[in-house]
């Protein structure tokens, strides 16, 4: 996409990006269930569901709806660090996740 290659709009790469969102979000309920923690309850898990949320609309910006290839770079590096953030609170099942000790 940032290369300006025309294999962006190729159907199976849409489609992937799809599949990836969906298991993203099928993963998350399904952990939801197995560890009985659910969002809306423990403030971990709903970060982690708000922060989902926002990494794939960070990418739909990043892929398809950033109007310049540098807003689109730009989108995808937030996107990024986005799921870097997804995966802090995931780990350390905290809400700030790796912002904890940072903020500290």
């Not at 939801?32 to 794939?56: R, S």
């Not at 950033?66 to 995966?87: E, N």
């Not at 350390?92 to 500290?104: K, Y």
């Amino acid at each position: 996409m940032i290369m300006g290659s025309s294999m962006v709009n190729h159907r199976a790469l849409r489609l992937s990006s799809y599949i990836i969102d969906t298991t993203l979000l099928v993963a998350a309920i399904m952990l939801a269930f197995e560890i009985h923690q659910f969002p809306f309850i423990d403030a971990w898990l709903t970060v982690k569901l708000g922060l989902l949320i926002a990494y794939v609309g960070l990418g739909m910006m990043a892929l398809h709806r950033g109007r310049t290839s540098q807003i689109r770079a730009a989108f995808m590096v937030v996107a990024l660090l986005v799921y870097g953030l997804i995966v802090s609170v995931a780990v350390t099942r905290d809400p700030l996740g790796i912002l904890r000790g940072l903020l500290s």
